[in-house]
Nanobody
Framework: QVQLVESGGGLVQAGGSLRLSCAAS????????MGWFRQAPGKDREFVGH????????YYADSVKGRFTISTDNTKNTVYLQMNGLKPEDTAVYYC?????????????????WGQGTQVTVSS
C-alpha cells in the first residue's frame, strides 16, 4: 500500500520559513519523480514544484521561484519543500505527489499517488 505523508505545516508570519516533509512508503522511491502542489480555499490545486527521480533537476512555478526549494533524501524516502520568504498568498494546503510518467510536470493527472496534505498559514 503506497502512502505519502506530509508534515511540517503550521502558522508562520510573513517573511518566515517552513520546511515541509513528505515521507513515502510502499513504493520504490527512486522510480518516482515528486511534485508539490497547493490548494487555497476556493481555488484549484496548483503546481508548486517538481524534482526528478535522480534529484538533480528541479522546476518551480514562477510564483515560488527563488523562495522555495525542493530536495530529496533517498535514504529516508522523503522529499522536502523548503519555503522561505513566505507571503500571505502562500497560505494553502500543500500536497506532495509521486509519478512514474514523463511530460509536463504541472499536470495533476500525471501523478499516480497523493498525500493527504498539510496546512500552511501565513499571517500578515
Amino acid at each position: 500500500q503506497v502512502q505519502l505523508v506530509e508534515s511540517g505545516g503550521g502558522l508562520v508570519q510573513a517573511g518566515g520559513s517552513l520546511r515541509l516533509s513528505c515521507a513515502a512508503s510502499g513504493l520504490t522511491f527512486s522510480r518516482y519523480s515528486m511534485g508539490w502542489f497547493r490548494q487555497a480555499p476556493g481555488k484549484d490545486r496548483e503546481f508548486v514544484g517538481h524534482i526528478t527521480r535522480s534529484g538533480d533537476s528541479t522546476y518551480y512555478a514562477d510564483s515560488v521561484k527563488g523562495r522555495f526549494t525542493i530536495s530529496t533524501d533517498n535514504t529516508k524516502n522523503t522529499v522536502y519543500l523548503q519555503m522561505n520568504g513566505l507571503k500571505p498568498e502562500d497560505t494553502a494546503v500543500y500536497y506532495c505527489a509521486a509519478r512514474t510518467s514523463y511530460g509536463f510536470v504541472q499536470v495533476r493527472a500525471s501523478y499516480d499517488y497523493w498525500g493527504q496534505g498539510t496546512q500552511v498559514t501565513v499571517s500578515s
